[in-house]
């Protein structure tokens, strides 16, 4: 049976490591906090499990929680122009007609996949992994995948500025809070996200934390923009005031929903920074063993386009994939780069759609782009594509980016709607 | 408005509740360890670290002893006693976190404890 370690217990780590364990392999999982620590530990960027990640969750038995969450069947969003005019709104399903995203608070999804881990016999280790336990670990596995991105491990995965140029450093002020007024006409369930040209983005989701059902409030900006309010680390109640002001001034139809809102008892609130990059997903230890990064540990997304937990799982698939494919050779240096070009079949034009997220404002918009969002008001079905586009944003590249192609969809949606 | 502040409306973290063989006891630096069978030999198949954990556990020994005595990483030290743990051949005492939930055992620890020191 082969040994593969697993270095962090983070969304991708874990999801893999019950993926290898579900194929008979031993498996061990090395994290530096214990499951009630990550329960009762400080909330991390809220994050959104789309259709096809919730199906993949389900075939390892991994979601529990679908039955408690509030089941996310659309979101709606908001683009917020220059000079404070109205956002021009686009509304559209996340999946088919029988799916929905969840979005579940990562302390609870992530207590629960470790000792749910350990449960089906996988072996959990508590502690802080150095270098020096690495180097030892690599005569005692087939095979190391390094999870954590911070600390000395992290230096293990050089930046790799030839594979992404797009990079914006980040600020993201979050909050969980509860009574945030519906919007009228639509369900409670309704998912809203905007992007606006004089501040940064807004995503306002229902959430579940471990206190049951409430919504997440994310405000993400670029570093020193506007909506980085926060250098002198305000407390919980002050951060909260001052993200409805924000809102109240770039986005008032957000302030309209929270402003009669309040934050969720406990840790409820995060500010925390990030630059965007990918880096090299092979690292090479002080004794020429080598490790493969997985997900974040190999690139940082930009927040502003919630793909997160999509990126991990989907990298946490692919390699099961290419493990698993690989039978009883050995795991060698162009296994470890095989594993991660695979993945970047799907990562790249991932990063394609994040960039012209992030630079959407920094020239007018396209004119196909305008003529798609008057398109998706008459018709619902690009509604729905547009949305559904997070679940597989690849699929962009097929309709949204080229003027020729924009057109031509839109064409071909007004000519079967005539004919209905 | 239904997203409020409600009693009752708590999710209950995952348990398992249909066999579970072992209890969680995890590993931590405090955390006591001995050989399950001291009067045995060390079974040839395991890595010569092993061995020496073997060994050295036929006496309680917390894990940062086993890793300071036998001068290996504090992490190596707990993936090989977890995989020994896994093969029956060490046994991981429980240990008290202070999340345990029932602090009868600190208790009845402590009273055994000083019932030795006045025997």
Known sequence: ?420 | MSYRKRRGSRIRPYTFTGGRTRSRHPLMVQTLVSTADPSNDPPAKLMPESQRIYVLCRETRSVAEVSAELKIPLGVAQVLLSDLAELGLVYIHPTITGNSPSENQVLERALRGLERLFQ
Request: hydrophobic share 40%; glycine share 10%.
């Open chain 1, 1 to 420: 049976m082969r040994k593969i370690l697993i270095v962090g217990a983070g969304h991708s780590g874990l999801h893999l490591a019950h993926g290898l364990l579900n194929h008979g392999y031993d498996v061990t999982v090395i994290t530096g906090q214990t499951s009630i620590e990550i329960r009762t530990g400080r909330p991390a960027v809220t994050q959104l499990t789309f259709p096809t990640a919730l199906e993949y969750e389900r075939e390892l038995h991994l979601d529990f929680w679908s039955a408690q969450a509030p089941q996310v069947e659309k979101f709606k969003i908001h683009l917020y122009p220059p000079g404070g005019d109205p956002p021009i709104q686009l509304t559209g399903r996340t999946g088919r007609a029988d799916q929905y995203t969840v979005s579940i608070d990562r302390r609870v999804k992530m207590a629960d996949w470790l000792e749910y881990f350990e449960d089906s016999g996988g072996k959990v280790v508590i502690h802080g992994v150095t270098l020096s336990d690495l180097d030892y670990f690599s005569r005692m596995f087939d095979l190391i995948v390094v999870a954590v991105g911070h600390g000395e491990l992290g230096a293990l995965f050089d930046p790799d500025p030839g594979r992404f140029t797009g990079a914006r450093p980040r600020v993201v002020a979050q909050a969980n809070i509860y009574d945030v007024a519906a919007d009228p006409g639509e369900d409670e369930t309704i998912g809203w996200a905007a992007s606006t040209a004089e501040a940064g983005n807004m995503i306002l989701t229902p959430f579940l934390t471990s206190e049951g059902p409430c919504h997440s409030l994310f405000l993400g900006d670029k570093r020193g923009g506007p909506m980085d309010a926060w250098p002198d680390r305000p407390r919980p109640e002050e951060q909260w005031r001052r993200m409805r002001d924000l809102l109240s001034k770039y986005a008032p139809d957000y302030y309209e929903r929270v402003r009669d809102a309040s934050l969720v008892d406990g840790n409820s609130t995060l500010v925390e920074h990030l630059t965007p990059q990918v880096r090299n997903p092979v690292g090479v230890l002080p004794s020429g063993g080598l490790v493969l990064g997985i997900a974040d540990v190999v690139i940082t997304m930009d927040p502003f386009v919630g793909q997160g937990w999509n990126h991990s799982t989907r990298c946490a698939r692919s390699y099961l994939a290419s493990i698993v494919e690989h039978g009883d050779r050995p795991f060698d240096a162009k296994f470890l780069t095989d594993a991660f070009e695979r993945f970047w079949e799907y990562g790249l034009p991932v990063q394609h759609w994040a960039a012209m997220n992030s630079g959407l404002w920094e020239q007018p918009l396209p004119e196909h782009f305008t003529e798609m969002l008057a398109g998706a008001t008459a018709y619902p079905e690009i509604g729905d594509r547009w949305i559904q586009g997070w679940d597989y944003p690849p699929d962009y590249q097929n309709w949204l980016y080229d003027p020729v192609k924009a057109r031509a969809y839109i064409a071909q949606v007004a000519a079967a709607n005539k004919h209905r």
